[in-house]
């Protein structure tokens, strides 16, 4: 029986890929992101240290059984000689010292969320070996005293404090500044140092056998899969736990060998705002972490130009090389041994959502790939960060800044500040602040605060720190090096110059302009129709997708917004919202308490101009496309006061008048009225008002309302139709749960749309149709169809009533505990149920169009504007989505990729749970 093969080499990529059946993306699984493209490169010729990866499929092993699976360890030293071979040197030997990082790499890039060591390999007999070899003493002791303070770190779990405090103070009483002002015999003194914290930290000796050390910190680099920061960062972005980490064990080069030597992270195009030139920042005599934790100040990688120019030459043509390669923006890190360029890394990088938009669009149009791949590239958190508010320029301009930096992740964030990732996560989670994560620099152990925070502002980094960085994977705006500020950490005050802010104080972080500035500043919208990539990108939606997004709105200027973003129809008018303004009101509550049908009518007759008006505006601004109007829903009471505040008004009134009934003085009026109010309230009263007459039953019960509504509904259609505009109004009857109650109620109402038609002498288009939100009406969806010309189902009420929670109740008790226990896989009020809420959806199309061949069907539901969900109505057969005018454009992306993720019938059939 062959060995299970659990480490490959660089030079083994193809064997890789024979083992996942040639799928490069299974090559990535394996051997994670990182490996893969490192062999990748060896393969095309892009100049790449010599290493090995051990798989993916390793690390899930050790995670299940706590130890290395059988036969890894050995296929790790069979590796390590080869990788001594072809870099000429020897593993832990004192006169030619080989030695190697331990990076993690995942399927999915994950920045700075998992573990790495540079340098193992050094011990003090390698040191010395290797002070022979180079002539460099200050080069060697600035790489062990690295390893020692990395591995005490990642391996040995040693507090980061441990490390920092004594060099700090080591620098301060040498008077030093910067790391590189530090001599040869300063490093010796603290590599001693360090190892002096591992001793006194952990009770032994730093370990000086280098197999030791690359196999203590492989395992670290296994368990910090599961580490909390990983972990949080996965739920974030929804990557799977099973993916696992490989660890790839990789020859060192060294960027702090001299001013010939440095270290670099690029961006082949901008991740911030996408323009097409190289991003990016280096320094010299430096490692990469140097650069990364964003601990001292770079240089932009277009200087590196005049400094090497050679190197730089061959710098920007491997990149072309490598973007071209993997047709998409790649994010490298190289480094630069006395004068000699090695790529360490490439990866698909990450970007702001402006960034990502406009690079797609580029690509397409330079043939790197087609508008399907581009569509699928931007993610619909992208497009919905594009539409945050952004500071109002207005304002923001005649208001001075505190603070300037990196504008490293674009939109504006306003909060309270807060020194640490901890506090930031516990004001969000108990008081629901908005909060603005300050520090000197972040660390990987800080993205649960960043995920927390509405902005980050630090005073250390550059535009590929780890700050800016994960600021732009989750669209978290981001302001990063502004050097002017001092952050006293003990103390918890921000200072700059005669400016002392602190914990808790407001400020403003402008990510577009790299600015900060005391207390809040309002925001504002931006307009879709200046964001000319992100409008050719979704008019590329458009062309694709299966489904049309149309938009909930009541009022025409909702409706002109929602046009404006793209919708295609009105799917949800609330008719109800309209009777509840100031001047409205009093009619309303007149009609409910009418005594008889006449009175209502008359009260209804005040009301008919307001709704003609509303509807008039409405049909004008969606000229050709369909409006969906529903008609009353909620139950009466919602009207009407509350009669706790009735009762407490009467007896402050009563109170109040107690001396005139004593002295037998004329009732008052205003009391009188309340008291009458508190008995019609309570008469009204219903034990689960939600449940109760409301919908079809109230149009039933008092069909004069809805008879109202469809009267100004058709004459407002009407006047505009006479106006030169085409208006194809929709009526929805809400709450059917039986065929009866649409037979009782509908051909009445389309009785008084022909009337009014002919009283105009004018005819619209115009359908009726109904809601299916009570689980019965799904499933007797064949019988509705016979009457309904158009479903539209409700997902609000339909998933309280399915599950029989009460949505309100529910969110505020248990709901979080439930998904955070894994219960339930996600807050079915956000997500659609696809096993429950979204089989009743199926069966009642399928059912439905048995019935009624054309039957139109949507969602109006607050699930319309959730991707997922608008991925289960492509499958089931919807032909549109309604939700938020702010939510379209997300829509219409989601539309398209669920269209190219099941893209014909046949693969709708292939629901996916």
Avoid at 310 to 327: A, C, G, N, P, S
Avoid at 346 to 365: D, E, F, L
Avoid at 495 to 518: M, P, Q, R
Avoid at 744 to 762: D, G, H, N, S
């Amino acid at each position: 029986m062959t060995e299970k093969k659990w480490v490959y080499l660089f030079s083994e990529v193809n064997q890789a890929e024979a083992y996942v059946g040639g799928d490069w993306d299974k090559v990535r699984g394996l051997l994670g992101g990182k490996g893969a493209n490192l062999a990748d490169m060896s393969r095309i010729g892009v100049p790449v240290p010599p290493g090995f990866t051990v798989t993916t499929e390793a690390c899930n092993e050790y995670s299940a059984n706590g130890k290395f699976p059988d036969g890894m360890w050995d296929q790790m030293l069979a590796g390590l000689s080869e990788v001594e071979k072809e870099a000429g040197k020897k593993f832990g030997d004192s006169k030619n010292p080989l030695l190697v990082s331990c990076r993690s790499g995942a399927k999915f890039s994950m920045p700075g969320m998992m573990d790495t060591v540079l340098n193992i390999g050094l011990n003090d007999e390698t040191a010395k070996g290797m002070v022979e070899l180079t002539g460099n003493e200050r080069f060697v002791y600035d790489s062990y005293r690295r390893l020692i303070q990395m591995f005490g770190s990642v391996v040995l779990e040693i507090p980061d404090e441990a490390f920092e405090n004594p060099m700090d103070s080591f620098k301060e009483s040498k008077g030093y500044k910067l790391d590189t002002e530090m001599t040869a015999s300063d490093l010796k003194e603290l590599t001693k140092i360090f190892k002096d914290v591992v001793k006194s930290e952990k009770g032994f000796d730093f370990p000086q056998d280098p197999l030791e050390q690359m196999r203590l910190a492989t395992q670290a680099v296994f368990r910090s899969w599961n580490g909390k920061r990983a972990v949080d960062y996965r739920r974030a972005e929804r990557i799977p736990d099973n993916l696992g980490t490989a660890v790839n064990i990789v020859t060192m080069v060294f960027g702090n060998m001299g001013d010939d030597s440095g270290t670099g992270v690029a961006f082949t195009r901008n991740p911030v705002d996408g323009t097409n030139k190289m991003f990016g920042e280096y320094l010299l005599n430096a490692q990469g972490e140097d650069v990364v934790a964003g601990i001292r100040n770079t240089n932009k990688i277009e200087s590196l130009e005049k400094v090497m120019p050679d190197v730089y030459k061959q710098f920007m043509d491997i990149t072309h090389k490598l973007e071209k390669h993997y047709r998409d923006m790649q994010d490298v890190e190289f480094t630069i041994e006395h004068g000699k360029l090695w790529m360490l890394q490439t990866r698909s990088g990450k970007r702001t959502a402006r960034s990502a938009v406009a690079i797609a669009v580029q690509m397409v149009n330079e043939g790197l790939i087609n508008k399907e791949t581009a569509l699928q590239r931007v993610t619909t958190k992208q497009v919905d960060a594009l539409l945050h508010p952004q500071f109002d320029p207005n304002k923001i301009k005649k208001i001075e800044a505190f603070a300037s930096g990196v504008n490293a992740s674009p939109g504006a964030a306003v909060g309270r500040i807060y020194f640490d990732a901890d506090k930031v996560v516990e004001m969000k989670e108990k008081e629901n602040q908005d909060c603005i994560m300050v520090r000197p620099f972040t660390k990987p152990d800080d993205v649960h605060g960043m995920l927390s925070a509405k902005g980050i502002l630090t005073s250390e980094g550059g535009a590929t720190s780890h700050a800016a960085v994960v600021a732009r994977q989750f669209g978290v705006p981001c302001v990063v090096g502004a050097s002017a500020i001092k952050i006293d950490l003990d103390k918890r005050v921000l200072t700059c110059g005669d400016l002392t802010l602190h914990e808790g104080d407001w400020i403003s972080v402008d990510g577009n302009t790299g600015k900060a500035y005391v207390g809040k500043i309002d925001v504002v919208v931006p307009d879709l129709e200046e964001m000319k990539d992100l409008t050719t990108l979704l008019s590329w939606a458009d062309e694709i997708s299966d489904i049309e997004v149309w938009a909930n709105a009541d009022y025409p200027r909702d409706a002109r917004r929602a046009r404006s973003f793209g919708a295609k129809g009105i799917g949800l008018c609330r008719t109800e919202h309209m009777f509840f303004e100031v001047e409205r009101l009093p009619i309303v509550q007149k009609m409910i308490l009418a005594k008889n049908s006449e009175d209502r009518t008359a009260a209804l007759n005040e009301l008919l101009p307001h709704q003609r008006s509303d509807f008039d505006g409405l049909f004008e601004a969606m000229t050709g496309y369909p409006v969906i109007i529903r008609l009353i829903d909620p139950p009466l009471h919602e009207f009407l006061p509350n009669a706790e505040d009735l009762k407490e008004q009467i007896i402050t009134k009563r109170i109040e008048k107690i001396s005139d009934y004593v002295n037998g003085k004329a009732i008052d009026k205003e009391l009188v009225n309340l008291e009458k109010m508190l008995k019609e309230v309570e008469l009204r009263h219903e034990s689960n008002p939600m449940m109760g007459l409301r919908g079809v039953r109230l149009s039933i019960v008092m069909p004069e309302i809805v008879e109202m509504q469809v009267r100004a509904i058709f004459e407002a259609a009407c006047d505009v139709k006479l106006r030169g505009f085409e208006p194809r109004p929709e009526i929805m009857i809400p709450l059917t749960g039986h065929v009866n109650e649409l037979k009782r109620i509908q051909p009445r109402l389309i009785e008084i749309a022909k009337q009014v038609m002919a009283e105009k002498k004018v005819e619209v288009e115009y359908l009726f149709g109904t809601m299916i939100e009570i689980p019965r009406a799904a499933v007797t969806a064949g019988e509705i169809a016979e009457v309904a010309e158009f479903f539209s189902f409700g997902t609000n009420d339909l998933t309280q009533m399915t599950f029989g929670y009460s949505r309100d109740d529910a969110e505020r008790s248990f709901l979080v505990k439930y998904v955070e226990e894994g219960i339930l896989p996600e807050n079915p009020f956000q997500v659609i149920d696809r096993n429950g809420v979204g089989k009743l959806m199926q069966i009642a199309i399928q059912d439905g169009r048995a019935s009624r061949p054309d039957l139109k069907v949507g969602i109006c539901g607050e699930h319309g504007g959730d991707p997922k969900s608008i991925e289960w109505c492509h499958i089931i057969g919807n032909d549109y989505v309604s939700c938020s005018p702010f939510r379209v454009p997300v829509a219409r992306l989601a539309a398209a990729q669920a269209k190219l993720d099941f893209p014909n019938p046949e693969a709708r059939k292939n629901i996916k749970k």
